[in-house]
Structure formats: structure tokens, C-alpha cells
């Protein structure tokens, strides 16, 4: 049974680039959710979607960024004219459409700006 | 918001010797995990505890909910056991909120 799968596992973008960022969720999970590391910190909360909806985006930057999960296919993170303030580790979770609201995270992807 | 805090931010420890890692939440809440983040980055679920006690392996974990704190036990700690160890709540199937973790360095 997969885990959470993000790709790639390591992006480098030049300033001013896009950043496309897939996660599929676990098998059986309908709810995804994407978290953003800075070095040296916790990681904060940014979106939290189900299939075709958008629930939460409070913790998504007001422009640049984007979120989607379609009906099929993974979910994507997409973040538009990067700038160096974007490198961070992306991480997506998922979890069950039941009472458990324990989430499972991916492996990250590493953006890198330069 | 929920608030989270981590005690303490920051442990060293010999091989063999063990610990106690506290996390102290603002709200009530319905969702509480520790993971443990591996110095490679990755983050591994340790526990889903949102009350009671539960133990695998060396590790144990409390979550005294009326009393809004989680305990996370390490026994007998190993090197391996070294990186960042994070607490997270969540009301509902929402967003979860993050501590700033506990840094913990085992020395061989």
C-alpha cells in the first residue's frame, strides 16, 4: 500500500519561473492537504482541498499560487514568477474520508530559487 | 487560533539515556500527532493520539486532552533517534497547527 507520492523530489527554478508541484494522495484518501517548511522551522498550513473543491486556502499567499485537485489525477501546486523567498519544502498530506482525521505526509519536494 | 508549544526546544543526550518531550495546546481539539522529521527531512507518523496512551516500541505517547497537553516518551534512545520532533492538533478535518518542535541530538 503506496504512501503519500510527491514528484519531483527536488525542483530548481530561476527567479520570475513556474513551479509545478504533484502529490498523490494515498489510496482510499480523498482529502489533501499541502504544508510549506521554511529552514529551520515548523511547517505551516496551506491549503486543504478535496476532489474538484478548494475547502481551505487561508494559508495560501494571495497571489502567485494555486491549488488543485481534479477529479482524476494528482493534486497540484503551482506557483507562479517565483522569487528566491520561495525555496522551501513542500509537503503534501492526505487523509481517510472518516472519523480519523489523522493525516499522512508525503516525502516533500525541495524548491530551490535562484 | 490554536497555539502550540513545544518543551523543551532543544535536547541533548547520550546513547541509552531517555526523555520526556511536552506539548501544551491553547484549545480543545479532536486531532493530535507527534512525527518525528529525520535529519534526511522526512516526516514519519509516530502517533495519532488525540487522548489516552499509546507505545511502540521505545516510544509512548499521553495526551491528557482536559488538561490541553501530549507527552512523547523515548526509552533508551538511539542515534537514530536524532532530528525534530514535531507536535500538531487540528479541530475537525481541517488544517493542522505545528509547534516549533523539539531538537533532539542523541550522541553515540
Known amino acids: 500500500n503506496a504512501g503519500v507520492m510527491q514528484n519531483p523530489r527536488h525542483l530548481v527554478r530561476r527567479r520570475g519561473q513556474e513551479a509545478r508541484l504533484r502529490c498523490s494522495p494515498m489510496k482510499g484518501h480523498s482529502h489533501v492537504y499541502w504544508y510549506r517548511q521554511l529552514p529551520e522551522e515548523g511547517l505551516k498550513f496551506m491549503v486543504y482541498l478535496q476532489k474538484e473543491n478548494i475547502i481551505d486556502e487561508s494559508g495560501m499567499p494571495k497571489e502567485r499560487f494555486s491549488a488543485e485537485f481534479p477529479k482524476e489525477g494528482p493534486s497540484i501546486l503551482r506557483i507562479q514568477q517565483v522569487v528566491r523567498g520561495d525555496s522551501a519544502a513542500y509537503f503534501c498530506?492526505?487523509?481517510?474520508?472518516?472519523?480519523?482525521?489523522?493525516?499522512?505526509f508525503g516525502p516533500g519536494t525541495r524548491l530551490t530559487v535562484t | 487560533g490554536i497555539q502550540v508549544e513545544q518543551s523543551p526546544p532543544d535536547l541533548i543526550l547520550q546513547e541509552g539515556a531517555n526523555s520526556t518531550l511536552r506539548c501544551n495546546f491553547s484549545?480543545?481539539?479532536?486531532?493530535l500527532q507527534w512525527f518525528h522529521q529525520n535529519p534526511w527531512g522526512q516526516l514519519i507518523n509516530l502517533f495519532y493520539?488525540?487522548?489516552g496512551t499509546k507505545q511502540n516500541g521505545r516510544l509512548s505517547a499521553t495526551t491528557v486532552a482536559t488538561e490541553r497537553y501530549s507527552l512523547l516518551y523515548i526509552s533508551s534512545s538511539q542515534t537514530t533517534d536524532s532530528g525534530v520532533y514535531f507536535c500538531?492538533?487540528?479541530?475537525?478535518?481541517?488544517?493542522?497547527?505545528f509547534g516549533k518542535g523539539t531538537r533532539l541530538h542523541i550522541l553515540p
Open positions: 498530506a492526505s487523509s481517510p474520508p472518516t472519523d480519523s482525521y489523522e493525516q499522512y
Open positions: 484549545d480543545s481539539v479532536n486531532n
Open positions: 500538531a492538533v487540528s479541530i475537525g478535518d481541517d488544517k493542522i497547527i
Open positions: 493520539i488525540p487522548s
